[in-house]
Every structure is written in structure tokens, then in C-alpha cells.
């Protein structure tokens, strides 16, 4: 399929449109395929240029898959990623060659949510940080010049490019981490749980710095993440995934202050709040997220839903559009009046 | 029972590790009640000391650890206090059978990884069994009939079906209620939750924290809740004790904590965490530098080299003290010279 340049503006830098990525079950000794594993069904996605996109949801919910097929690492099952690339102008990355890939890595990076896992504890930080440059033919001492600018630029040393990885604490690696995904200048970064694995005080100062290099280099961020405070914090929009599916997307004040999806007002009312005379009255959700390999008919959430009638039971819904920017995946959208986060103050 | 009395009462306690690289003061010097049907939170980040403390009550401490000073002071149930009936901890053997009937008997315990608890061979039935075989000797009910209303009272549906499960059949938050289930099998007065719900999503994590809220009230046991997340402390305690490296900062009800914040680690704290509502978001303010490294403490007050309110000279020279020594109404008890 060839990319056409869509009808959307220049602002925008990734759009994804009908992402479908499944995993065939084999069983046996020639290994048939006996079912599909449907991680991702029917993601859609818009991250405008400086933009900070959410991607939230549960274990298990596709984001992580979705963000790993928008850097090329599955060939995906069906959709578009559309991606503007500096230098090619729209590609689609389900169906890119290998040269064209090799630009648009330079342009989309990774940080990654591990600070202990992702680093290699066999290479110095000139190694981590410079390998990027290496391969894009930049060596020796511009190479560790480079190192050296990108260091001080995440708050760390210079004089710790020679250090191992093991010599830090996990803010330390973090920021390694994301020196390494600025150091070829890109456009966008996803950012995967990025501070899932920090204390709360060192989360603030890489949260920070993310939005200091935001505004620095004009980064557009596509931000997974399961903590619901931190996307409300960083990001201008969020989408809500749920077994496979983007279930609701919206600007970030108006998805916490008017959720428009039953799974959205559950998960924020989930939220403990660091305030006790400000605690949600929290709905419990029955039971346990449904098996992608084995969907519900209907309304996956359906089963869980405690708004759910015979229609969500039997038609599957669309994601439309409720007002202007807010997408919806749900039958009764337009008749429910769902609690947001502001609610119990009022 | 007396609801002013402590079930637990823990006075200076010093848990220390000795190392090849030197003594790790993991624990320097806490004290701690934990009264009846209550909930204590102990909260602070990583390394502050707030597992070991749990782990020095229950004597499971790592071979490097040793508890050095203080104790830790028990009432066991059936016993009346004013008898004395009460025994120091920190003078069991960790391996002796006394102590081995406190665990699960007296005081008992969940973590995050449930995995670790169950062994992955055993079905989930036969491993409360075995518990309950332990601690509910003189019940004349069978174990098998324990587990299973047990197993119902956590949560789940088909406690037959559960109790022939393995553990990995069990999702994580199913997993959860059958170590809950474990642990309150033997009906300890106490139960230490270590992170229980950290591992989880926020939905299940909210099932769990509903379901520990429930179970404290039918059995009236005394929680020790053991968490990095302010705003699980806000949702589950009735008194907090705020930790950093080794010590005991701020100590008080959960209202006072969070609305009359005293030591400026708290404070700072608080205004690190990201709030919910976007409309609150304004700014994060982060603490500035990192947590110290645990051979080379600071001087006088551990934070005072990352407070914004330090004051030469009294800060890095003394130790400041918790605060008044018994808490007034509306206030906490705070370890900072700007009290003092």
C-alpha cells in the first residue's frame, strides 16, 4: 500500500488508523493455528507535533503492542501508521522498506519504562548514549562531544560517560536513557512507563525534564502509562484502551472532568487520591478483563458494565465521535451522565 | 479488650546490616504502636527502612541483618495485659516454635509478589491447609472446611474449584485474595501488608484495598500497611508514620498528615505527587537531589542536605527528636529542628 499524504495539517506527526495486530495460537507439534490472540483491534490514534498523547489502560490492554508496531517491531495485521517523516513526508510504517525505516528511527525513539533492564551493564554511558551516533556515522570525538552536550542536557555529569550503568540510581538510568533517545534529534518519543519504576520525588524531576525537552526541542510524546495522575499531569490528550481498543479518546480536562465511557469513569474513580477527605466513591468492576484470545460478543466491556443492556450484549460499538475532539466506544454514550474526577468536590 | 492498649508496641528499635562494604542503619531508632482494629501506614520511598521494619516484627530478617537495640513488645491474645502477658520479640529465637506460632497465628502477612508465598507445586487448597493445621489446633472444624469458607470470604466464587487450582491458574489479583486468604486463615490479631497492591492495576487494586477494608471490619484485625503510594495511605489509614532513611520523620493521624503537613520531607512529598484532577495540576515541584547513599549518612538531620529549610549549623550537627512526645489533637509529631 502506498502512503498518500492524508487530508490532516503539517501539525500533525502520527496518525494511526484502524491498527489491528494479532498473535496466532499454535498448538501441537506442526504448530496449527488454533485461534488469534487479538492484542491490538482497532487502535486510532492522532499525536500532533509538540503534542503529548496518553495512551492509557491495564496490563494486558495492547499499549504496549500498539507503540511497538509504531516503531516497526511487528508486521502488523492490518491498518495504517502514518508517520510524518521529515524527510520522506507521510510513510506508512505497517508497510515500509528497510531503508525508509532506518530514517524514521532516526525521527521516532524510545524511552523505555526498565531503568535496570534497558541499559546494557556490559557498556559505559558513552557507549549507550554514543551508540545511536555511531551507527548514524558519527565517531570519535565529535561522537563524545555529542555524549558529553546530551548528558548535561538530562541533568547528569559529563565525567560519568565512563562509568557502567550499575554506578547509578534509577533516575540516573532513566535520564541515560533518555539522552539516548534525544541523541539523533527526533521528532517524536514514546515513552513507555517511563516513570512507572521511580519513587514519587524522582518522578517529579523526570517528569520535569520531560516537559523541560518538550519545550526545549518541540518533542512530541506518545506517552504509555498505567498511572492515571501522571498522564492527567503531562498530557493534552488521552486515549483509553481496553482489550485491543482505543475505548475512549479526549483532551485530558475533558476525558477526567466529563468521561463519556463506563471503563474510563471506572478506572478514574479507581485512583486512590492522595487526600482523605477527597477519596472517590470507587466502583468496583465485577470480575476480570476479558480474554483477547477469546472475546466477549457485543461491547467487550459489557460483561463488567453495570450500565450495559441488551444491545451492548449483541452489537459491537463504534468509536464516534460525542463532541468535538471526544471520541467514544459505547452504545449509550449520549444518554449517561458518568462521574468524573471533580465530582466528589462538588 | 481495651482499645487504648497496643497490640503492638515497637520502642527504638535499630535494625542494622553489616556488610562487606560497611553497616547499613536500615532501621536507626523507631518507635511505633499499633492499636486494635486500626490501620498504621508506614509510607516513605524506596530504601527508607519501611520493609525492614516489618520484616525485624516478624523476625524474617536477610542473614546480614541484626536487630541491635530496642523491642518490640506483643500482647498475645487470650492474655491480659495487666497480668503481663505480653512478650518482647525482639527476645525470641527467629526459629524457635514460639515465634513460629506467631506468624500466622498472631501476626500475619501479605506481600506484593504472591507468587512468593505460594509455592508454584502445591494447589492452593493444600497450602492453607497446612496453615491452618498450624494455627487452628484447637478448632474442632476441619481444615478443608476452613479453607473453603475462607476462600468464599476473600472473594472467591467456586471456593471448590479454587481449592484444586495451582497458583499459576490464579490471575494476579485472584492471586492476592488466596494469600490474603493465607494469611488470615490462623485469625491473627494483625495482619503486615508489604506493598500488596503494587503490583496490581488500578482496578484490582481497588478490589483488594475494598476487600482488606471489609475484612478488617468482620475480623477487627489491626492492619500495618506498608506503601510508597500517598494516595493509598490516604485511602486505607488511620494513622500514618512517614519514614526516611531509617527514621521515623513525622508520625500522626491520616487527616493531620495530609492537611497539616509539619516536616518539610512531607511536605515536599506531597507536593511531588501528581494529582488526579488536571484542574489541580499546576506545577510539580520535585525534591531536589536523591535519596543518600546508605554508607555515608548525613550528619545530624538525613535530610537535611535536600530540605529547603536548612539551617546551618543545627541541622547537620543535631538529630532532631520526634516531636512532642505525645501527640496533640490536629497535630502531628514531627522530627525537624523548626519545632524544636
Redesign the interface.
Known amino acids: 500500500m502506498t502512503a498518500q499524504t492524508p487530508a490532516g495539517t503539517e501539525a500533525t506527526i502520527l496518525r494511526v488508523r484502524d491498527l489491528r495486530m494479532h498473535f496466532p495460537i499454535q498448538k501441537g507439534f506442526l504448530r496449527r493455528t488454533v485461534g488469534w490472540i487479538k492484542a491490538v483491534d482497532g487502535v486510532d490514534l492522532e499525536l500532533g507535533r509538540g503534542q503529548t498523547l496518553g495512551l492509557v489502560g491495564e496490563s494486558g490492554c495492547g499499549k504496549t503492542t500498539t507503540a511497538r508496531c509504531i516503531l516497526g517491531g511487528y508486521e502488523v495485521t492490518d491498518g495504517e501508521i502514518l508517520f510524518n517523516d521529515p524527510e520522506l513526508g507521510w510513510v506508512d510504517i505497517a508497510s515500509i522498506s528497510k531503508d525508509e525505516m532506518f530514517s524514521v528511527r532516526r525521527n521516532a525513539q524510545i524511552i523505555l519504562q526498565d531503568p535496570y533492564g534497558s541499559l546494557n551493564p556490559r557498556m559505559t554511558v558513552l557507549d549507550i548514549v554514543g551508540e545511536p551516533l555511531l551507527i548514524n556515522g558519527i565517531r570519535g570525538s565529535e561522537r563524545e562531544q555529542r555524549v558529553a552536550e546530551l548528558l548535561s542536557l538530562v541533568g547528569l555529569r559529563p565525567e560519568y560517560m565512563s562509568r557502567y550503568p550499575h554506578a547509578f540510581s534509577g533516575g540516573q538510568r532513566q535520564r541515560i536513557g533518555i539522552a539516548r533517545a534525544l541523541a539523533l534529534q527526533p521528532q517524536m518519543v514514546i515513552c513507555d512507563e517511563p516513570v512507572s519504576a521511580l519513587d514519587v520525588s524522582i518522578q517529579a524531576q523526570i517528569l520535569n525534564l520531560l516537559e523541560e525537552l518538550q519545550d526545549r526541542f518541540g518533542l512530541a510524546y506518545l506517552f504509555v502509562a498505567h498511572q492515571l495522575n501522571v498522564v492527567s499531569h503531562i498530557c493534552d490528550r488521552v486515549a483509553v484502551m481496553y482489550v485491543g481498543k482505543v475505548v475512549e479518546s479526549a483532551p485530558t480536562g475533558q476525558l477526567y472532568d466529563r468521561p463519556r465511557h463506563p471503563y474510563t469513569e471506572a478506572l478514574l474513580s479507581s485512583v486512590p487520591r492522595p487526600d482523605p477527605r477527597n477519596q472517590a466513591d470507587e466502583i468496583v468492576l465485577e470480575g476480570e478483563v476479558a480474554d483477547p484470545a477469546n472475546p466477549p460478543s457485543g461491547c467487550l466491556f459489557h460483561p463488567r458494565c453495570r450500565y450495559a443492556v441488551e444491545q451492548c450484549r449483541l452489537e459491537e460499538p463504534e468509536l464516534r465521535p460525542a463532541t468535538a475532539g471526544h471520541f467514544v466506544r459505547c452504545h449509550l454514550a449520549d444518554d449517561l451522565e458518568l462521574m468524573g474526577v471533580s465530582a466528589p468536590a462538588a | 479488650m481495651d482499645a487504648d492498649q497496643p497490640l503492638l508496641e515497637i520502642r527504638d528499635l535499630k535494625t542494622h546490616f553489616h556488610i562487606r562494604q560497611g553497616t547499613v542503619r536500615a532501621v536507626d531508632g523507631v518507635s511505633l504502636s499499633v492499636f486494635p482494629g486500626q490501620t498504621l501506614a508506614i509510607v516513605g ?2 530504601g527508607c527502612g519501611k520493609s525492614i521494619t516489618a520484616q525485624s516484627i516478624l523476625r524474617i530478617l536477610p542473614r546480614a541483618g541484626r536487630i541491635e537495640h530496642g523491642h518490640i513488645h506483643l500482647q498475645l491474645s487470650g492474655g491480659d495485659p495487666s497480668r503481663g502477658e505480653i512478650v518482647d520479640l525482639v527476645g525470641l529465637n527467629p526459629k524457635g516454635g514460639a515465634m513460629r506460632e506467631i506468624r500466622g497465628g498472631e501476626i500475619g502477612m501479605i506481600f506484593q509478589e504472591p507468587m512468593s508465598t505460594f509455592s508454584p507445586v502445591y494447589t492452593i487448597g493444600h497450602q492453607i491447609a497446612e496453615a491452618a493445621r498450624l494455627h487452628r489446633t484447637t478448632d474442632d472444624i476441619e481444615p478443608r472446611e476452613l479453607v473453603l469458607d475462607m476462600l468464599a470470604h476473600v472473594g472467591f466464587a467456586h471456593p471448590d474449584r479454587t481449592w484444586s487450582q495451582y497458583p499459576h491458574e490464579l ?4 492471586r492476592q485474595r488466596a494469600m490474603i486468604a493465607m494469611a488470615l486463615i490462623g485469625r491473627p490479631r494483625i495482619l503486615i501488608a508489604d506493598e500488596p497492591t503494587t503490583a496490581l ?7 483488594i ?2 476487600l482488606m477494608k471489609r475484612l478488617q471490619a468482620e475480623f477487627g484485625m489491626a492492619i500495618i500497611f506498608i506503601t ?10 488511620d494513622q500514618v508514620a512517614v519514614m526516611y532513611l531509617g527514621n521515623i520523620v513525622e508520625q500522626g493521624d ?2 493531620t498528615v ?2 497539616a503537613p509539619r516536616h518539610p520531607y512531607l511536605k ?3 507536593r ?8 489541580e ?1 499546576i506545577g ?4 531536589s537531589g ?2 543518600p547513599d546508605p554508607f555515608s549518612r548525613p550528619a545530624g538531620c538525613p535530610f537535611h542536605p535536600r530540605c529547603p529549610e536548612f539551617m546551618p549549623d543545627t541541622c547537620d550537627t543535631a538529630v532532631p527528636q520526634l516531636l512532642p512526645a505525645v501527640a496533640e489533637p490536629g497535630r502531628t509529631r514531627a522530627a525537624c529542628h523548626l519545632y524544636t
Open positions: 520511598e524506596s490471575s494476579g489479583g485472584m492495576d488500578v482496578t484490582t487494586e481497588a478490589q484495598l475494598r510508597h503510594d500517598l494516595g493509598v495511605v490516604a485511602r486505607m489509614a491520616v487527616d495530609f492537611h515536599a512529598l506531597l511531588s505527587v501528581p494529582r488526579l484532577d488536571p484542574a495540576n510539580l515541584e520535585p525534591i536523591m535519596v
